[in-house]
Every structure is written in C-alpha cells, then in structure tokens.
C-alpha cells in the first residue's frame, strides 16, 4: 500500500514539473513582448441633460430634451462622432403598443425617436394620457460598448373639460377632432387630432359627448359620411370596433349615422329622456329611456308604427331647451317630413315609435300657418324662449324666399307663436349658417364672410363688425346650452360659466382647411343687436361642429 502511494506521489510531482516549465516559458514571452498588443480601457459614460421625470400635455406640447453625453476618456461626446451612436426609444410604462411597422404589418413595443438637430429631442407628445419609459441608448462604435438608462415620461391629460372642435381637413376632408382644452383657470390650450385609434375618416358631420349621472356614466360619439364610433369618455380616442351602429343598435340599420340630438324630457331632471340619431338616407331613430330598451331600433319616420319608413326627415328635431322640464310638460319634438313638405310631431306619451301628422290649428287656437308648408328644409334650432321655442328656415320652391316658423313646445301642448312668411334682410335666402339667440328675439345669420343679426321683433337687419376678412368663410354659428338635463348638476355653476351659453359663436375658415380654421367667442347685446369680439382660438381645420365639454359634480 505505502509503495502504491509514492508511486502516485512521483507522478504527481512529475505533472507540477511540467506546469512550472509551462509558466516559465510563458512569463519569458511575456518579458520579450515586442509590444503588438494595444491595451484600451473602457470608457465610463455619462448622461446628463435628462430629468428623471418630465411631465408634457398630450397632443398639445412637445417632449423637449437636450442631454449632454461625458465620456471619462474622450470628454464631452458632440454630435457628428463617427466614434459614438445615440439611440432614443420611447415605450409605455405599462401594456399597450407605440406605433405601427408599415411593411412587416405589426405593432412595435416602442417607438424609435430622431432627434431633431444634434442630440436634441423635440418630439409632439401625441400620445395617450398615461406614464411612458424613455431608454437612451449610447453606443461606442469602435469597442461595441453600450450604455443605457431609462428615464420616466408622464401624459397629462388635455381633454377633460373645453370645446371639442370637430373639422375636416384638407381637400379630401380628413375627420379631425381637436380641443380647445381648460387646463386650469388662466390657462387654455389647443389639443388637435384627439380621436386617435380609427380608420382614417372623411366628411365629418357632428359630435356629441354628454354628461350622465346614472350608468353606464358619459356618452361621447363622433359622426361622419364614411362610419360612425363611439369615443373613450377620457381620452377620446377610440376602436374600428366600436362602430356605432353596432354599439347602439338592435339590428343594423344598413346605412351610417350622422347625428344624434337629445331631449331630457319630463322623465328625471338627471337623466336624458330621449335620443334621436338620424341616419344618411333620411331616417330617423329613437331611444327611450326606460321604455323602448337599450338600443335604436326601426325607423320612426312612419305615421304608423311597424310599417318601416314611409318618408324622409331633415336631421334635425325640435324641444324645449327648460333646465330641467317640468313633470307637467308634454313630451313633444318637432320633425320635418322633407318628402310631403310638413310638420310632424314625435309624442312620446302615446309610447309609439312613430311621428304624427299635426292638425291645424282650430278657430280657438293660434292659426298662423298650415302644418303642411309646401316649402323646402334649410334649418332648425331648439331654444329656451318662452319656456321652449323651436324656430324653423324654409324656403319656398317657387319663389327661393324663405320663411320662419316657431312653434312652442313648451307647455303641456304644442302652439304657434311666430310666422314671418318671407323674411326682407340683406343676403338671407343666400345664408348658409344660422344661430337663433334663447333669451332675445335674435337670429345670427352668414353669407360667406360677412354676418348679420335679425330682429325677429322688429325685422330689422344689422351687419355686424368682426373683423373678418373677405378670403374668411363662416362655417358655423351656434349658441352652446348646456346639455346636462338639470344646470344644478354642473360642477362649475358660476355667472361666468352660466353666462357662456348665451355667447355666440363664429366659426371660420380662410381657405386653409388645415389650420386656417378659427373659433371666435362674441358677446351679445340682445337691447341694440350688436355683438362685441372676445377671446378667438386658431389653427383648427374647415369647423364642422362645435361643442363644450361639461363636467358634472
């Protein structure tokens, strides 16, 4: 055994004597190194320039940063260095995908970010409200060395209370939603291209986002000619799944949805009581809370319910515009049959999903006109007048005069109050947008760029002074009442903001229908019909609709 032993104990010592031979041999090549081995150490970089965190509103500003890159060997990296690459890559915090790969057809994770001029980010923050991660990347060329660091971007919101101005933009009409957004008291800014997450669309029509105290909570939509959707309540982007038609409908009615219009009603002062959309083709839908179920169902364009429609509508109903109705009223909207030339009237007492054809008014009552007017469609408009005015523009096939027609709806029935047969003021048969005043006998009219005011009382016509120039065309007027069926629900109540309801607004276009676009906020004296400029917005595209945001308590 002992033997055995040193045997292994030799061997052992033999395999140590090579190993020193090894080194010895190793470290005299080492002394004759003719010194072809070139030795670099590896930079330590730093960024600097970069906060941890910055804050930007989406789709108003723009993240704006200008780093510096340090590096302990060669100093300060400049721009241009073949030696270094930068890399900026923004990503969300959380799930959801950056942008689009055109050619592979994929989404991508994050989105790469070109700086604008050397090392400096200046990039449109059109994206999402939420938390993003912004990595900078800087990579050593010669060595292959990376460093890398993360930093946090927050998207503040922009779309939570303001005036959601609908345009088309361009010649082919590109659907645009932008926002003249109330960040705070003293501050407002423009927000543009909100509606993120659709199809590109054309041929804008309407908007309508209203406020509701009962679920399922807001309701927000976008109407053009090419397709219909429902918008996020937030963020006011939306899906090519909701589609509105299939959102809202119990079967499809086979044509697109231009506009929806609602009257609270005398159901619940905190709830909207019926919804009308109108479809391209001349039909109109009606929803009732409470009673027809969740959904628009057949046509109510008929005198008798289940038939399917008999005629066309004009896209527009007539209510009284009271905060909020009194159980006592009559739950009436007024409709125009544009096929028959006459009035018809939607009486949601009877719980038909039909129009009624309007008898004259007997000896006892106001007889003004004949309900069957023999005349075209130009425009109708809801007010609060006398408890529940709607004014009605028609024009005479015949003749091209046009006419105004009020009839109330604001007590338990319906009656005529005012006719003017054919209406003697300047450029009125040629207007093309009209804004009736609700607390003054006032009608707002335009032609191309000039507007005028009429006196309903008086007939008299005045031009007002805004300042516009002959290249601006008006391409929309409107009062904006508030939609939330009962004012004390508002979360702003103040005389300001109450008082905003009953400033007219311009909107116009100077023939850029990319950002020749403005909005222009006047105040109206109803004692001396004239109106005094305020506060104006620009950069909008050709305005389609206007309307303000509400927020409830």
């Not at 190194?33 to 910055?54: C, K, Q, V």
């Not at 309007?358 to 408009?381: A, C, R, W």
């Not at 048969?429 to 609700?438: G, R, S, Y």
């Not at 917005?537 to 308590?553: M, N």
């Amino acid at each position: 055994m002992k033997q055995h032993i040193i045997n292994k104990v030799k061997v052992a010592g033999g395999a140590l004597a090579s190993l020193l031979l090894f080194a010895s041999c190793f470290l005299a090549s080492c002394v004759n190194d003719d010194g072809s081995y070139d030795y670099t150490e590896l930079a330590e970089i730093t960024i600097e320039g970069i906060p941890e965190l910055t804050e930007v509103l989406g789709h108003v500003e723009n993240i704006k940063l200008s780093p510096r890159f340090i590096s302990s060997v060669d100093g300060e990296i400049k721009p241009g260095d073949s030696n270094y690459t930068v890399q900026y890559r923004i990503g969300h915090k959380g799930m959801g995908s950056m942008a689009v790969d055109s050619v592979a057809q994929k989404a991508l994770a994050w989105l790469d970010i070109t700086p604008k001029s050397g090392f400096d980010i200046d990039y449109p923050a059109d994206f999402s409200t939420g938390a993003y991660l912004l990595w900078v990347t800087i990579t050593d060329n010669r060595n292959g060395a990376v460093t890398s660091k993360q930093y946090q971007i927050n998207v503040g919101s922009t779309t939570y209370e303001g005036w959601l101005v609908l345009c088309n933009e361009g010649a082919e009409e590109r659907v645009r939603l932008d926002m003249i957004s109330k960040i705070s008291s003293t501050k407002t800014v423009v927000a543009k291209d909100l509606a993120q997450g659709l199809p590109t669309l054309h041929h804008a029509t309407s908007v309508l986002l209203f406020t509701k105290d009962a679920n399922p909570g807001d309701e927000a939509y976008l109407f053009t000619r090419e397709g219909s959707y429902d918008l996020d309540t937030e963020s006011l982007e939306s899906n090519p799944e909701w589609d509105f038609n299939s959102m809202h409908f119990a079967f499809d009615p086979g044509e697109t949805i231009i506009k929806q219009e609602n009257f609270a009603g005398p159901y619940y002062d905190w709830t909207t009581r019926y919804m009308v959309c109108f479809g391209e083709n001349g039909n109109a839908y009606a929803y009732t809370s409470g009673t027809y179920g969740a959904a628009f169902s057949t046509p109510i364009n008929t005198t008798t319910e289940g038939t399917g429609a008999q005629f066309r509508v004009a896209p527009y109903c007539g209510y009284s515009w009271m905060r909020p109705w009194n159980s006592s009223y009559g739950e009436y909207m007024l409709f125009y049959d544009i096929d028959n030339r006459r009035f018809l009237i939607f009486d949601g007492t009877l719980d038909r999903l039909q129009l009624n054809v309007i008898p004259d008014p007997g000896h006892d009552e106001v007889n003004l006109f004949s309900y069957t007017t023999g005349k075209d469609f130009v425009y109708m408009q809801s007010t609060r007048r006398s408890n529940g005015l709607v004014y009605t523009i028609l024009q005479d096939p015949a003749t091209g005069k046009r006419s105004i027609y009020g009839i109330n709806l604001g007590g338990a029935t319906y009656a005529q109050e005012l006719y003017i047969p054919d209406v003697d003021a300047p450029g009125f048969d040629q207007a093309t947008q009209f804004a009736f005043d609700t607390r003054f006998p006032l009608l707002f009219y335009s032609v191309g760029s000039k507007l005028y005011c009429y006196n309903l009382g008086t007939r008299v016509t005045k031009e007002m002074n805004t300042g516009l120039g002959n290249g601006e065309e008006i391409t929309k007027l409107k009062f904006n009442l508030y939609l939330i069926p009962n004012y004390n629900k508002l979360a702003n109540q103040s005389e300001e903001f109450m008082n905003q309801q009953y400033r007219l607004i311009v909107c116009t276009c100077d023939g850029n229908t990319t950002s020749g676009g403005k909005v222009t906020f006047f105040d109206v004296d109803g004692v001396n019909s004239t109106v005094t400029k305020g506060e104006q917005y620009t950069g909008f595209g050709k305005i389609v609709d206007i309307l303000y945001r509400e927020r409830s308590i």
